[in-house]
Each structure stands twice: as C-alpha cells, then as structure tokens.
C-alpha cells in the first residue's frame, strides 16, 4: 500500500518561496509519475507540476506557474519536492502530492499554502 505525505506548506508574503516535500512510503517508487495538485474552497482540483517516472523525468506545468516553481523527485530518498517561488496570493491553496501508475493513483492529505499581499 502507498502512502504520501506532504510537508512544508505555511504562511508566507507575496514574492516569498516555500518548499514543499512529498514523502512515498511503499514499493517501487520509481515506476509512479508525480504531482502536485492545489486545491480552494469551491474550485476544481488542479493540475500543478508533474514529473515522469525515471531519474531524469519530464515536467509538466501549469501555466500559471511556469518559471515560478520546480518539481523534482529524488528516488533514492522516494521524494516528490516542489519549490515555489515568487509566490502570489493567488497561489493560496491546499496543496496535495500525487503517485499514478496507468491503473492507479494515490494521495496525499494536503498541506496548506497561504500566501499573504
């Protein structure tokens, strides 16, 4: 059984950064492309960054977000990290990390991200 956990979510000013780490606990970490999804209140679940399985994946971004954030993994740690930079208030959201294989996915519980004008 997967499970994820998110970490590193908080309070931060407009044009601040925070980093937020994805930990995978199970088996073959390496075979799961990964993501990062943001969530508010009577909205959607989006589509943030995504990584591809193997050590050098190709990302996917959101528009909104392009030269803003990174995605990485590292596999032998089994992590999924994204780095926010300059953030904005409308950055604001829960923050959930995502595991798919083609038949199946996972999720995290989500870390709350505010940032502040």
């Known amino acids: 059984q997967v499970q994820l956990v998110e970490s590193g979510g908080g309070l931060v000013q407009s044009g601040g950064s925070l980093r937020l780490s994805c930990a995978f606990s199970g088996s073959a970490f390496v075979l799961y492309s990964m993501g990062w999804y943001r969530q508010v209140p009577g909205k959607q679940r989006e589509l943030v960054a995504a990584i591809s399985i193997g050590s050098g994946g190709t990302t996917t971004y959101a528009d909104s977000v392009k030269g803003r954030f990174t995605i990485s993994r590292d596999n032998a740690k089994k992590t999924a990290d994204l780095q926010m930079n300059s953030l904005k208030p409308e950055d604001t959201a829960v923050y959930y990390c995502?595991?798919?294989?083609?038949?199946?996915?996972?999720w995290g519980q989500g870390t709350q991200v505010t940032v502040s004008s």
């Open positions: 995502n595991a798919k294989l083609p038949t199946r996915e996972y």
